[in-house]
């Protein structure tokens, strides 16, 4: 991915809300497999990390991008944001 490219998913991904938040119990098999229907379905999500949870994000992101083959966008603070190219006919997102 450029940084041209990443820059574009950045900027998409600022007027997100994140639709999952890893907690206490971090990163379960059920939380990697929803994620991974989520990133088939839209290409790009974003990811709360409660302050209960031990992990460290960016440490959770590179794991979550390995489970999901996706790839890590960006993580601030405790917010990730994870991109996974979608198949041909269901692209949503056209990078530039």
């Known amino acids: 991915m450029t940084s041209k490219q990443r820059a574009y998913l950045k900027s998409l991904a600022m007027t997100m809300e994140p639709i999952f938040q890893i907690g206490k119990n971090s990163m379960t098999p059920e939380i990697t497999k929803a994620i991974a229907e989520a990133l088939e379905a839209r290409e790009l999500i974003k990811i709360s990390v409660l302050q209960n949870c031990a992990d ?17 966008v960006q993580v601030i603070g405790k917010k990730i944001v994870l991109y996974k190219e979608g198949k041909n006919e269901k692209k949503k997102i056209e990078l530039p």
């Open 56 to 72: 460290d994000p960016k440490a959770l992101a590179s794991v979550l991008a390995e489970r999901t083959r996706s790839q890590v």
